[in-house]
Protein backbone atom coordinates (compact mmCIF):
# COMPACT_ATOMS: atom_id res chain seq x y z
CA UNK A 1 0.00 0.00 0.00
CA UNK A 2 3.12 2.37 1.13
CA UNK A 3 4.57 1.83 -2.85
CA UNK A 4 1.24 2.55 -4.18
CA UNK A 5 0.57 5.93 -2.31
CA UNK A 6 4.91 6.46 -2.87
CA UNK A 7 4.24 5.59 -6.93
CA UNK A 8 1.32 8.09 -6.88
CA UNK A 9 2.79 10.87 -5.06
CA UNK A 10 5.63 10.71 -8.17
CA UNK A 11 3.27 11.22 -10.67
CA UNK A 12 1.30 13.64 -8.86
CA UNK A 13 4.64 15.65 -8.81
CA UNK A 14 5.80 14.68 -12.16
CA UNK A 15 2.25 16.43 -13.55
CA UNK A 16 2.42 19.83 -11.54
CA UNK A 17 6.00 20.72 -12.84
CA UNK A 18 4.59 19.81 -16.70
CA UNK A 19 1.96 21.86 -15.91
CA UNK A 20 4.59 25.16 -14.58
CA UNK A 21 6.40 24.51 -17.99
CA UNK A 22 3.55 24.95 -19.81
CA UNK A 23 2.35 27.89 -17.91
CA UNK A 24 5.71 29.56 -18.19
CA UNK A 25 6.03 28.63 -22.46
CA UNK A 26 2.43 30.29 -22.58
CA UNK A 27 3.09 33.50 -21.36
CA UNK A 28 2.04 36.80 -23.94
CA UNK A 29 5.50 38.35 -23.45
CA UNK A 30 7.72 38.97 -26.46
CA UNK A 31 10.57 36.43 -26.28
CA UNK A 32 13.25 37.87 -24.45
CA UNK A 33 10.95 40.34 -22.59
CA UNK A 34 10.56 40.55 -19.03
CA UNK A 35 6.95 40.74 -17.78
CA UNK A 36 6.01 43.75 -15.08
CA UNK A 37 5.46 42.82 -11.77
CA UNK A 38 2.11 41.61 -10.34
CA UNK A 39 0.04 44.84 -9.42
CA UNK A 40 2.75 47.48 -11.19
CA UNK A 41 1.05 50.32 -13.22
CA UNK A 42 2.83 53.59 -14.64
CA UNK A 43 2.46 56.38 -12.29
CA UNK A 44 -0.23 58.59 -13.32
CA UNK A 45 0.79 62.76 -12.82
CA UNK A 46 -2.09 64.59 -11.94
CA UNK A 47 -1.68 68.67 -13.18
CA UNK A 48 -3.87 71.01 -11.48
CA UNK A 49 -4.34 74.02 -13.88
CA UNK A 50 -6.67 76.96 -13.66
CA UNK A 51 -8.77 76.54 -17.10
CA UNK A 52 -9.13 80.38 -17.72
CA UNK A 53 -5.00 81.00 -17.66
CA UNK A 54 -3.91 81.44 -21.73
CA UNK A 55 -1.68 80.78 -22.82
CA UNK A 56 -0.62 78.42 -20.28
CA UNK A 57 -3.52 76.08 -19.68
CA UNK A 58 -7.01 77.33 -20.82
CA UNK A 59 -10.32 75.33 -22.84
CA UNK A 60 -9.98 75.35 -26.77
CA UNK A 61 -12.45 76.03 -29.02
CA UNK A 62 -13.30 72.52 -29.21
CA UNK A 63 -13.05 71.82 -25.62
CA UNK A 64 -9.67 70.18 -24.62
CA UNK A 65 -7.41 71.42 -22.55
CA UNK A 66 -4.26 73.22 -23.95
CA UNK A 67 -1.59 75.07 -23.66
CA UNK A 68 2.24 75.50 -22.63
CA UNK A 69 2.34 74.33 -19.50
CA UNK A 70 0.25 71.08 -20.47
CA UNK A 71 2.51 70.17 -23.47
CA UNK A 72 5.34 70.48 -21.39
CA UNK A 73 4.30 68.38 -18.64
CA UNK A 74 2.88 65.59 -21.49
CA UNK A 75 6.53 65.91 -22.85
CA UNK A 76 7.81 64.79 -19.00
CA UNK A 77 5.09 62.04 -18.61
CA UNK A 78 5.88 60.84 -22.45
CA UNK A 79 9.87 60.58 -21.24
CA UNK A 80 9.45 59.34 -17.96
CA UNK A 81 6.54 56.39 -18.58
CA UNK A 82 4.21 58.44 -16.36
CA UNK A 83 0.21 58.79 -17.86
CA UNK A 84 -0.84 62.23 -17.73
CA UNK A 85 -3.82 63.29 -15.98
CA UNK A 86 -5.24 67.05 -16.58
CA UNK A 87 -7.29 68.43 -13.77
CA UNK A 88 -9.23 72.39 -13.92
CA UNK A 89 -8.67 73.46 -10.58
CA UNK A 90 -10.18 76.57 -8.34
CA UNK A 91 -6.95 78.46 -8.06
CA UNK A 92 -7.84 79.37 -4.19
CA UNK A 93 -8.18 75.32 -3.66
CA UNK A 94 -4.73 74.29 -4.62
CA UNK A 95 -3.16 73.83 -1.59
CA UNK A 96 -6.15 71.61 -0.46
CA UNK A 97 -6.11 69.72 -3.95
CA UNK A 98 -2.29 68.82 -3.12
CA UNK A 99 -2.66 67.93 0.15
CA UNK A 100 -5.27 65.85 0.34
CA UNK A 101 -3.59 63.98 -3.21
CA UNK A 102 -6.38 65.09 -5.81
CA UNK A 103 -3.67 66.24 -7.40
CA UNK A 104 -0.07 65.64 -7.90
CA UNK A 105 1.35 69.26 -8.45
CA UNK A 106 0.54 72.80 -9.70
CA UNK A 107 1.54 73.13 -12.87
CA UNK A 108 0.22 76.96 -14.74
CA UNK A 109 1.97 79.74 -14.47
CA UNK A 110 2.90 79.19 -10.83
CA UNK A 111 5.13 81.94 -9.51
CA UNK A 112 7.75 80.61 -7.19
CA UNK A 113 9.00 83.61 -5.20
CA UNK A 114 6.95 84.07 -1.84
CA UNK A 115 6.25 80.81 -1.83
CA UNK A 116 9.44 79.35 -1.72
CA UNK A 117 9.12 76.98 1.65
CA UNK A 118 5.54 76.28 0.85
CA UNK A 119 5.88 73.45 -2.39
CA UNK A 120 8.65 71.21 -3.56
CA UNK A 121 9.46 72.88 -6.51
CA UNK A 122 11.49 72.30 -9.61
CA UNK A 123 14.03 74.49 -10.91
CA UNK A 124 12.08 77.84 -12.03
CA UNK A 125 11.53 77.43 -15.88
CA UNK A 126 10.28 80.88 -17.35
CA UNK A 127 10.94 84.45 -16.28
CA UNK A 128 7.48 86.32 -15.57
CA UNK A 129 6.58 89.76 -13.96
CA UNK A 130 3.05 90.86 -12.15
CA UNK A 131 1.98 94.23 -14.48
CA UNK A 132 -0.97 96.34 -14.88
CA UNK A 133 -2.80 96.25 -17.53
CA UNK A 134 -5.60 99.48 -18.82
CA UNK A 135 -7.60 99.71 -22.02
CA UNK A 136 -5.66 102.08 -24.49
CA UNK A 137 -7.75 104.53 -25.26
CA UNK A 138 -8.58 104.97 -21.10
CA UNK A 139 -5.73 108.13 -20.59
CA UNK A 140 -4.54 105.96 -18.08
CA UNK A 141 -0.77 106.41 -18.23
CA UNK A 142 0.83 105.24 -14.81
CA UNK A 143 0.41 103.80 -11.15
CA UNK A 144 -0.67 107.52 -10.22
CA UNK A 145 -3.35 107.56 -12.77
CA UNK A 146 -5.12 104.97 -10.97
CA UNK A 147 -5.91 107.05 -7.73
CA UNK A 148 -10.06 106.56 -7.53
CA UNK A 149 -9.91 103.99 -10.31
CA UNK A 150 -11.38 100.26 -9.71
CA UNK A 151 -8.25 97.84 -10.11
CA UNK A 152 -8.58 94.13 -10.02
CA UNK A 153 -6.97 90.61 -9.88
CA UNK A 154 -7.35 87.27 -9.29
CA UNK A 155 -8.21 85.97 -6.05
CA UNK A 156 -5.17 84.11 -4.20
CA UNK A 157 -2.79 85.29 -6.95
CA UNK A 158 0.78 86.51 -6.95
CA UNK A 159 -0.16 89.79 -8.36
CA UNK A 160 -2.76 90.26 -5.04
CA UNK A 161 0.29 89.58 -3.27
CA UNK A 162 2.46 92.17 -4.68
CA UNK A 163 0.14 94.46 -4.06
CA UNK A 164 -0.75 93.50 -0.46
CA UNK A 165 2.65 93.95 0.56
CA UNK A 166 3.57 96.83 2.25
CA UNK A 167 5.46 98.51 0.08
CA UNK A 168 2.23 99.00 -2.31
CA UNK A 169 0.09 100.31 1.21
CA UNK A 170 -0.12 103.76 -0.08
CA UNK A 171 -0.78 103.02 -3.98
CA UNK A 172 -3.43 100.41 -3.45
CA UNK A 173 -5.32 102.90 -0.71
CA UNK A 174 -5.57 105.29 -3.83
CA UNK A 175 -7.74 102.75 -5.70
CA UNK A 176 -11.33 102.98 -5.50
CA UNK A 177 -12.52 102.23 -1.97
CA UNK A 178 -9.01 102.10 -1.10
CA UNK A 179 -8.73 98.25 -1.76
CA UNK A 180 -7.78 95.69 -4.85
CA UNK A 181 -10.78 93.97 -6.16
CA UNK A 182 -10.34 90.43 -6.91
CA UNK A 183 -12.54 87.79 -8.92
CA UNK A 184 -12.07 83.96 -9.84
CA UNK A 185 -10.48 83.92 -13.31
CA UNK A 186 -8.20 86.66 -15.38
CA UNK A 187 -10.48 85.98 -18.51
CA UNK A 188 -13.54 87.41 -15.76
CA UNK A 189 -11.14 90.21 -14.85
CA UNK A 190 -10.49 91.12 -18.42
CA UNK A 191 -14.52 90.90 -19.77
CA UNK A 192 -14.78 93.62 -16.53
CA UNK A 193 -12.21 95.73 -18.45
CA UNK A 194 -13.32 95.57 -21.53
CA UNK A 195 -17.04 96.10 -20.55
CA UNK A 196 -15.57 99.35 -18.23
CA UNK A 197 -16.95 98.20 -15.08
CA UNK A 198 -13.16 98.05 -14.13
CA UNK A 199 -10.20 100.15 -14.97
CA UNK A 200 -7.46 98.40 -14.58
CA UNK A 201 -5.45 95.06 -13.58
CA UNK A 202 -2.77 93.20 -12.35
CA UNK A 203 -1.71 90.26 -13.53
CA UNK A 204 0.94 88.02 -14.90
CA UNK A 205 3.34 89.56 -17.98
CA UNK A 206 2.22 86.08 -19.74
CA UNK A 207 -1.41 87.21 -19.24
CA UNK A 208 -0.99 90.92 -20.39
CA UNK A 209 0.90 89.25 -23.25
CA UNK A 210 -1.77 86.71 -24.13
CA UNK A 211 -4.38 89.84 -24.06
CA UNK A 212 -2.45 92.25 -25.79
CA UNK A 213 -1.44 89.77 -28.80
CA UNK A 214 -5.32 88.45 -28.88
CA UNK A 215 -6.76 92.31 -28.87
CA UNK A 216 -4.22 94.60 -30.64
CA UNK A 217 -4.76 98.18 -29.76
CA UNK A 218 -7.12 97.39 -26.93
CA UNK A 219 -5.12 97.31 -24.25
CA UNK A 220 -1.82 98.87 -22.57
CA UNK A 221 0.68 97.50 -20.30
CA UNK A 222 1.55 100.53 -18.27
CA UNK A 223 3.77 99.40 -15.09
CA UNK A 224 5.75 96.85 -14.25
CA UNK A 225 5.33 96.03 -10.63
CA UNK A 226 7.49 93.11 -9.79
CA UNK A 227 9.60 90.24 -11.67
CA UNK A 228 9.41 86.71 -10.67
CA UNK A 229 9.77 83.25 -12.17
CA UNK A 230 7.79 80.16 -12.83
CA UNK A 231 8.04 76.77 -11.56
CA UNK A 232 6.66 73.56 -10.98
CA UNK A 233 5.09 73.36 -7.08
CA UNK A 234 4.46 70.10 -5.45
CA UNK A 235 3.40 68.87 -2.35
CA UNK A 236 5.90 69.10 1.03
CA UNK A 237 7.99 65.58 0.12
CA UNK A 238 7.49 64.85 -3.25
CA UNK A 239 11.23 66.83 -3.63
CA UNK A 240 12.71 63.42 -5.52
CA UNK A 241 9.59 63.87 -8.16
CA UNK A 242 9.91 67.52 -8.50
CA UNK A 243 13.83 66.79 -8.86
CA UNK A 244 13.30 64.01 -11.78
CA UNK A 245 10.79 66.98 -13.98
CA UNK A 246 13.32 69.78 -13.79
CA UNK A 247 15.86 66.75 -14.80
CA UNK A 248 13.43 65.99 -17.63
CA UNK A 249 12.86 69.35 -18.70
CA UNK A 250 16.90 70.25 -19.44
CA UNK A 251 16.79 67.16 -21.56
CA UNK A 252 14.03 69.07 -23.50
CA UNK A 253 16.34 72.22 -22.93
CA UNK A 254 19.31 70.12 -24.69
CA UNK A 255 17.07 68.64 -27.67
CA UNK A 256 15.29 71.71 -28.43
CA UNK A 257 11.76 70.36 -27.92
CA UNK A 258 11.64 73.01 -25.05
CA UNK A 259 12.11 75.75 -27.57
CA UNK A 260 9.57 74.13 -29.63
CA UNK A 261 6.93 74.14 -27.57
CA UNK A 262 7.43 77.82 -26.92
CA UNK A 263 7.74 78.74 -30.02
CA UNK A 264 3.87 77.27 -30.76
CA UNK A 265 2.89 79.75 -28.29
CA UNK A 266 4.71 82.70 -30.37
CA UNK A 267 1.42 84.72 -31.34
CA UNK A 268 -0.11 84.24 -27.42
CA UNK A 269 2.96 86.56 -26.09
CA UNK A 270 5.75 83.20 -25.22
CA UNK A 271 8.99 83.89 -25.76
CA UNK A 272 12.33 81.44 -25.85
CA UNK A 273 14.16 84.19 -24.04
CA UNK A 274 11.67 84.45 -21.59
CA UNK A 275 12.62 80.84 -20.56
CA UNK A 276 15.48 80.34 -17.97
CA UNK A 277 15.85 77.02 -17.53
CA UNK A 278 19.11 75.67 -19.01
Same mark, same amino acid.
Given at each position: ?? @? @? ?12 M?? !? ?11 GGD??? *? ?7 V???? !? ?8 ? *?D ?5 ? =?L ?20 ? *? ?6 ND ?8 G ?6 ? =? ?10 N?Q ?13 ? $? ?5 V ?5 S ?6 E?E??A ?8 G ?20 D !? ?11 M???? =? ?15 G? @? ?13 ? @? ?6 T ?8 ? $? ?10 K
Amino acid at each position: MK @K @KFTVLATLAAALCMSV !ALMAGCSSDEPAGGDAPA *DGEEAMTLVVGFD !AGYPPYGYIA *DDGSYVGL =DLDLAAEVCERNGWALETTPIDW *DAKDALLNDGSITCVWNGFTYEGRE =DLYAWTEPYMLNAQVMVVKADSGIASLE $DLAGKNVITQVESAALDVLEAEENAALVASFANGAVQTIATYNDAFMQLETGLVD !AVACDLSIAAFQMAANP =DVYTQIAELSAEHYAVGF @KLGNEDLAAQVTATL @KEMVADGTAQQICEKYA $DQGITWEGWCLK
